[in-house]
């Protein structure tokens, strides 16, 4: 059974980065089902960042230009580099691989 562990979530100020990490324990077939998404309060989950079968990556058009995911094989981890971080950024951030979702991390961002 694989497990998602979510970290490096805070509270920040408007410009500023953080950056997230999301450990995978267990067997996984292929990291690339992995990818980030976000609640905010009183909204429904969304995507952030996905990596797809392909390689590609999907951004939401929210954070093109300032959010990078990025991950390490070797340590089935990956990444969500967030700068230039914006209010509306605020919520809680999952990571998922599958079926699978982590506890999630809190995000926010003062104006």
């Known amino acids: 059974q694989v497990q998602l562990v979510e970290s490096g979530g805070g509270l920040v100020q408007a410009g500023e980065s953080l950056r997230l990490s999301c450990a995978a324990s267990?067997?996984?077939?292929?990291?690339?089902?992995m990818g980030w998404y976000r609640q905010a309060p009183g909204k429904q989950r969304e995507l952030v960042a996905v990596?797809?079968?392909?390689?590609?990556?999907n951004y939401a058009d929210s954070v093109k230009g300032r959010f990078t995911i990025s991950r390490d094989n070797a340590k089935n981890t990956i990444y969500l580099q967030m700068n230039s971080l914006k209010p509306e950024d605020t919520g809680v951030y999952y990571c998922?691989?599958?079926?699978?979702w982590g506890q999630g991390t809190q995000v926010t961002v003062s104006s």
């Open positions: 998922k691989y599958l079926n699978l």
């Open positions: 267990g067997r996984m077939s292929n990291i690339n089902y």
């Open positions: 990596f797809t079968l392909g390689g590609i990556v």
